[in-house]
């Protein structure tokens, strides 16, 4: 059983829609972490979020987190096919656990 | 800008055969990690560094062993490979422990391969 679960876990949508992942989990976190993973290499953090009920905007990104620190979602507005990725969560406890990610393709 | 250099990409081994993957950081991060990704699985801790001088278990330690032999250097050891450790190794490290919020910054990955 995952710490973390994302859903949904793989998305495909047309270039210009907009869409939402999230990252739930039953335990309290001390911050939430949000990173996005291309083919061959390795995850590059997106965002961290602290606060509970915190939301950060990267351009057309839009990350929250819950009110209570056990869930987080990812907002992206008019997706473009550079989006394109594994968007991965994870959150920290005694270490960082990681979600089984969110698989986004972005078509033209 | 090398950030976590790790080696090999790419290696095929015959069950009960032993390897090390290499892992370096030029950040002067102290803390080091080694994961490994599987499919639906995402990304698992097997072993980490705090700082240097320390090792520590993390989710799936079974099967691997482990050296910081440096602040700069981090290796993962398996010992007697079996087909189950088949998986994407992905060291890391990152200035501050990961609890606290510190980023972690990731090697481009090693491919295993046990047959």
């Known amino acids: 059983t995952q710490l973390l679960e994302q859903s949904p876990q793989f998305l495909s949508i047309q270039e210009g829609e907009n869409l939402t992942v999230y990252c739930n989990s039953s335990s309290v976190f001390s911050s939430l972490q949000w990173y996005r993973q291309e083919p061959g290499e390795g995850p590059v953090l997106l965002v961290t979020v602290v606060t509970g009920g915190e939301v950060k905007k990267l351009k057309r990104l839009t990350f929250q987190f819950g009110d209570a620190r056990k869930d987080s979602s990812l907002h992206i507005t008019a997706a473009q096919p550079g989006d394109t990725g594994l968007y991965l969560c994870a959150g920290a406890t005694n270490d960082m656990r990681f979600g089984a990610g969110t698989r986004l393709t972005v078509k033209p | 800008n090398a950030g976590v250099t790790q080696t090999p990409k790419f290696q095929v081994l015959k069950t009960g055969q032993s390897m090390t993957l290499q892992c370096a950081q030029d950040?002067?991060?102290?803390?080091m990690y080694w994961y490994r990704q599987d499919p639906g699985m995402g990304l698992r801790l097997i072993y980490y560094s705090a700082s240097e001088g320390t090792t520590d278990k993390g989710e799936v330690p079974n099967g691997y062993n482990v050296s910081r032999l440096n602040k700069r250097e981090f290796s993962l050891r398996l010992e007697s490979a079996a087909p189950s450790q088949t998986s994407v190794y992905f060291c890391a490290s990152s200035l501050g422990w990961t609890a606290s919020g510190n980023t972690i910054y990731f090697g481009e990955g090693s491919w295993l391969t046990v047959v």
């Open positions: 950040m002067n991060h102290n803390s």
